[in-house]
């Protein structure tokens, strides 16, 4: 950690030794650290925390897993990557959260993800624990079978610790619809028996949900449109900039342009498109999505719209921010020049998107801020709803999915809201989402005891 925290005084005794337990773990330290700020803040109402060394266990992973995936490429040589999954809290059910093949996953950022899943999922009020997994593997330029290879290999060894009932992963970065039908596959292979409910994020043909995909975007703009209404605002006739160009990107345009906003500008790792008119939602499908081509080829459909290389959208005039993007996207300056140019609401798609200074900015200027673990919960929420389909051998339309997730994601924004009202800072949903999802993983630590 960088700075410390301003913290009740009975709280640094705790935060050295979380601090000491995870002293290479500089991105959970910084989840951990904004925790504590909360806990702080609502430790007055709640001082049994303190007891039995509560706020620890919550902290403390159940189960650490790493493990070497070795495959073989195509060219028959050998390969090898590290496998991870960490099993943080199953207080409130299965270990749920997704897997990430990416080259910059790291125990770091298992564990941080593992963390923020804690709470992300314990506001959905859906009966859900939280992990967290993934490998060091980068899936591009890599052919079919090798990436079939590896996750087959990767599930090899990942699979003793799985079950509808013990840890149910989903997809991340790198692991789509694809990928987890090959990982499906293995587990059903090796333990012999149909177990739908293990994976989410599946295929509709072989035990998906409906909206599964949409659904952290759908959610990112259901949150949007909660925090808005508390506000007496809507979405309806707001000018909106999106960062990145991938799933929840896509669908969080999606979702705002049919609640009637209009979306000015995305991103890649290439730039930043601003069309003033509004983004053409299926040219940038057909680019990103069919073609995996850069964003610059927008131009060639919309002639009079402007890319901007090595850009981020944040220097462009909005009322609505949502950056989906990466860890870290949004820093203090173009926290400043959103608020200058009169940004009312940013809601992070991302995980850890926004910089801790770039948050103090929003909240300082009265900006509506909605944190990740709430704003973008509606991809875990639609996988437990993924769940309870497989659970009951059913299957729900579109439509009945998506009112359920509507449902799920006014829940949390209250949720949220509720504490912040308790603790006497109306609005602040950084607050509101820590000290709830907080509160409910610690009731239930402390009701099951020392285990």
């Known amino acids: 950690m960088n700075d410390a925290p301003q913290l009740d005084e009975r709280l640094h005794e705790i935060r050295e030794r979380v601090v000491a337990r995870n002293v290479a773990d500089s991105a959970y330290l910084r989840v951990a650290d904004e925790i504590l700020e909360s806990i702080s803040v609502a430790l007055p109402r709640h001082p049994e925390w303190l007891e039995d060394q509560l706020i620890e266990r919550v902290f403390e992973p159940e189960r650490q897993l790493v493990f070497r995936v070795p495959w073989t490429a195509d060219d028959g040589t050998i390969r090898m990557n590290r496998g991870y999954r960490i099993q943080h809290s199953s207080a409130l059910g299965p270990y749920k959260g997704g897997l990430r093949f990416h080259p910059t996953v790291t125990h770091d950022v298992v564990a941080f993800l593992a963390f ?148 000015v500008a995305c991103s890649d790792s290439g730039g930043t498109v601003h069309d003033p008119d509004g983004l053409d939602l299926d040219a940038i499908v057909e680019i990103k999505e069919v073609r995996r081509a850069s964003l610059e080829e927008y131009l060639q459909v919309r002639p009079e719209a402007e890319h901007m290389p090595a850009a981020t959208p944040w220097s462009i005039p909005c009322d609505a921010a949502f950056p989906c993007a990466t860890q870290d996207e949004l820093d203090e300056e173009d926290a400043r020049t959103l608020v200058a140019n009169g940004v009312r609401l940013v809601a992070e798609g991302a995980n850890l998107p926004c910089t801790h200074a770039a948050i103090g900015v929003f909240l300082e200027a009265g900006v509506a801020f909605g944190p990740g673990k709430a704003a973008n919960a509606g991809g875990v929420a639609t996988s437990a709803l993924e769940m309870r389909q497989n659970a009951g051998r059913t299957a729900w339309s579109f439509e009945t999915t998506d009112a359920r997730l509507r449902d799920v994601m006014v829940e949390v924004h209250r949720r949220c809201m509720d504490a912040a009202e308790e603790l006497g800072r109306p609005g602040d949903l950084v607050l509101g989402a820590n000290v709830a999802g907080f509160r409910t993983v610690a009731r239930a630590v402390r009701a099951l005891g020392a285990v």
């Open 116 to 263: 923020e899943q804690v709470f992300k999922n314990a506001l959905t009020g859906l009966s859900l624990g939280a992990g967290k997994g993934g490998a060091d593997f980068d899936p591009k330029g890599r052919s079919p079978t090798e990436v079939m290879r590896f996750c087959q290999s990767f599930m090899t060894e990942l699979h003793r610790h799985l079950g509808a009932t013990t840890d149910v992963p989903a997809g991340d970065i790198g692991v789509g619809e694809r990928e987890i039908g090959w990982l499906y596959g293995q587990y059903a292979r090796i333990v012999n028996r149909v177990e739908a409910g293990v994976l989410t994020g599946k295929g509709l043909d072989w035990g998906g949900s409906h909206v599964r995909k949409e659904a952290t975007g759908f959610g990112l703009a259901y949150f949007a449109e909660a925090m808005l209404a508390e506000r007496d605002e809507a979405l309806e006739g707001t000018t909106c900039v999106v960062s990145g160009a991938g799933n929840v990107a896509r669908y969080t345009v999606a979702k705002l342009q049919a609640l009637g906003a209009k979306v």
